[in-house]
């Protein structure tokens, strides 16, 4: 079995590096079971420029607390980091203020939430 994770983890690799990136394989890959395909899933999104923009469109429409809930750190940490890349899109202030709200006992998280809420924080300061 831990054979068959690795080999798909190098073949997920090989996919995160490719030029162009499927919409249908970021929602596979976050809707999986695996805590590690789900993060590597949120991290391609929010790497690739196209899918990213799609993102951003998907997050001004929808709730996106669920995603905040990960009980996976390296879901959410890869949302925290992800979440710094959208410019624009006000919900993105209370999504990593949720985020560090669900990520209390993690080490690195809230530092990067900080580093992504600060350039905010003068839009916001109510």
């Given at each position: 079995m831990l054979r068959d994770h690795i080999a798909l983890m190098h073949a997920l690799f090989v996919l995160a590096s490719a030029t162009t990136k499927s919409a249908e394989l970021v929602r596979s890959l976050k809707a999986d079971a695996d805590p590690a395909f789900r993060a590597w899933g949120v991290r391609i999104e929010f790497s690739d420029p196209a899918l990213r923009t799609e993102a951003a469109?998907?997050?001004?429409?929808?709730?996106?607390?669920?995603?905040?809930?990960?009980?996976?750190?390296?879901?959410?940490?890869?949302?925290?980091?992800?979440?710094?890349?959208?410019?624009?899109?006000?919900?993105?202030?209370?999504?990593?203020?949720?985020?560090?709200?669900?990520?209390?006992?993690?080490?690195?998280?809230?530092?990067?939430?900080?580093?992504?809420?600060?350039?905010?924080?003068?839009r916001h300061a109510a």
């Open positions: 469109q998907r997050f001004a429409q929808t709730d996106w607390s669920q995603a905040t809930l990960d009980p996976s750190p390296d879901v959410r940490l890869q949302l925290a980091i992800g979440l710094g890349k959208i410019e624009g899109i006000e919900p993105v202030f209370d999504a990593l203020l949720q985020l560090l709200a669900n990520s209390k006992d993690d080490a690195l998280i809230p530092r990067i939430v900080w580093q992504n809420l600060h350039p905010r924080l003068e």
